[in-house]
């Protein structure tokens, strides 16, 4: 079973609507992160977290915006969501030694 | 700088037959590589890694890697592949401050039957 739980699964939303896609991480990680992937690409990062109250944007620019207030909670929030941002949103944590990444099983984020 | 480069988009093999899947690297210090694989719709799933040690790591599903430091190569085998293997593939680093990982483009693996 899945440490890392990300919600909804599936949203379809339309433009200008304010988003906020969930995870949660049962697993203690300290370091926490959010990719954009369109269907069948490469993955970008685009916001991580080394722990609460810390959050840094990722390499590639997202017009979204991430929280740490919790350990185990790192929402994404989409102020006006707009067609371009329809992607599969993945969440991703790990602890601080040398361990892989745990995956959520994503959002995949439709805008119309 | 670090990177992971995955050189094939796309590999075809027939069921039964052995596979490869190319991944190459470029980091600072000693690399901790990793493997996920992706199904359509779904979160990446942890195949195997290789942090120390023997330079042939075994991992899920009957996959393994070979860790080559002088090729700076990490390649994904298996002895003979099946339909359900069909996935999208991911080699990624972690390195540097150990704090981010480096991901290659993907490599999608096709298997025939």
């Known amino acids: 079973e899945a440490d890392i739980y990300q919600t909804p699964r599936y949203l379809v939303i339309g433009t200008g609507k304010k988003i906020t896609l969930e995870c949660s991480q049962t697993?203690?990680?300290?370091?926490m992160y959010w990719y954009q992937q369109d269907p069948g690409m490469e993955l970008h990062l685009i916001h991580y977290?080394?722990?609460?109250?810390?959050?840094e944007k990722g390499d590639l620019s997202s017009e979204s915006t991430v929280s740490r207030i919790r350990t185990e909670h790192f929402p994404l929030t989409l102020e006006s969501a707009r067609p371009s941002h329809t992607s599969q949103y993945l969440c991703?944590?790990?602890?601080?030694?040398?361990?892989?990444?745990?995956f959520g099983s994503g959002t995949r984020l439709t805008v119309v | 700088a670090q990177s992971v480069a995955q050189p094939e988009d796309q590999v075809n093999v027939a069921e039964g037959n052995p596979l490869t899947v190319k991944c190459t690297y470029s980091?600072?210090?000693?690399?901790?590589l990793f493997w996920y694989v992706q199904y359509p719709n779904r979160g990446l799933q942890f195949l195997l890694k290789?942090?120390?040690?023997?330079?042939l790591v075994k991992g899920s599903y009957g996959f393994e890697a070979e860790f080559n430091k002088s090729q700076t190569s990490f390649h994904l085998k298996k002895p003979s592949a099946l339909v359900s293997d069909s996935a999208l593939y991911f080699c990624?680093?972690?390195?540097?401050?150990?704090?981010?990982?480096?991901f290659g483009s993907g490599t999608k693996l096709n298997v025939k039957p």
């Open positions: 991703a944590s790990t602890d601080s030694s040398i361990g892989g990444y745990t």
């Open positions: 290789y942090i120390t040690g023997d330079n």
């Open positions: 980091v600072s210090g000693n690399p901790y």
């Open positions: 977290s080394y722990g609460v109250n810390s959050t």
């Open positions: 990624a680093v972690r390195a540097g401050n150990f704090n981010k990982f480096y």
């Open positions: 697993m203690g990680h300290d370091k």
